[in-house]
């Protein structure tokens, strides 16, 4: 089945510094959604990208959906101490009765102080 | 989200036990979901109900049955648990909008089993 690779597993920073996960994928995405779970929280969805190159900010968060629809990033600015914890990009396929939200396997993000 | 409810949040049994596990939600979606997470396995659905009288299974349905008593309510039972259904379960629900394909999901504060 269609999967999202995510990259890196994990990411340690000093606080100050930016970051950066990416979402990837051998076939065409039709739209990505990506989520924030905090430790011991659920996750919380952020936004969803739909269209070739789209870019979104969310205040130090942007978010990038690649022209050939395989790739999304999620790059944040100078990271605070509450930017900790992972972030899941997620695909959504939908299609008559068959509905299938795949999430990569996240990453972690530390933020030392 | 404090909308979408789970008891118990946390729970350890035997294996071989029967455990039920409840969701709650007063957002008024009317899909609902039922996924574990895994250390470095990411989430992964387990059933999905669209509406009160549909019930689907999802990527990993095997040793799980689920129930849509009504549309605030979805549980997820584990007939005979076992050590390898130990997992952090999560309830979530979504209002499906047609145009842009959005399918927000709507987390509970899951809830941790452990199978011994």
């Known amino acids: 089945g269609q999967q999202v690779m995510q990259i890196p597993q994990y990411q340690h920073v000093q606080e100050g510094e930016d970051f950066t996960t990416y979402c990837n994928s051998s076939?065409?995405?039709?739209?990505i959604q990506w989520y924030k779970q905090r430790p011991g929280g659920h996750p919380v969805f952020l936004i969803q990208?739909?269209?070739?190159?789209e870019v979104k900010k969310q205040k130090r968060l942007t978010f990038q959906f690649g022209e050939a629809k395989k790739n999304s990033s999620l790059h944040i600015t100078a990271t605070q101490t509450t930017d900790v914890g992972t972030y899941f990009c997620?695909?959504?396929?939908?299609?008559?009765?068959?509905?299938?939200?795949?999430f990569g396997k996240g990453t972690l993000l530390t933020v030392n102080p | 989200d404090a909308d979408v409810t789970q008891t118990p949040r946390n729970r350890i049994t035997k294996t071989g036990k029967r455990i039920m596990l409840e969701c709650s939600q007063t957002k008024g979606h009317d899909r609902m979901y039922w996924y574990r997470q895994d250390p470095g396995l990411g989430l992964r659905l387990i059933y999905y109900s669209f509406d009160v009288k549909d019930i689907n299974k999802g990527e990993i349905s095997d040793g799980y049955s689920v129930s849509r008593q009504a549309q605030a309510k979805f549980s997820l039972s584990l007939e005979s648990a076992i050590p390898n259904q130990t997992a952090l379960y999560f309830c979530?629900?979504?209002?499906?909008?047609?145009?842009?394909?959005?399918?927000?999901?709507?987390f509970g504060p899951g809830t941790r089993l452990t199978v011994l």
């Open positions: 997620a695909h959504l396929r939908v299609g008559g009765s068959n509905y299938k939200l795949t």
């Open positions: 979530a629900t979504s209002d499906f909008w047609e145009t842009g394909s959005t399918d927000t999901q709507y």
């Open positions: 076939t065409t995405l039709s739209n």
């Open positions: 990208l739909v269209k070739s190159g």
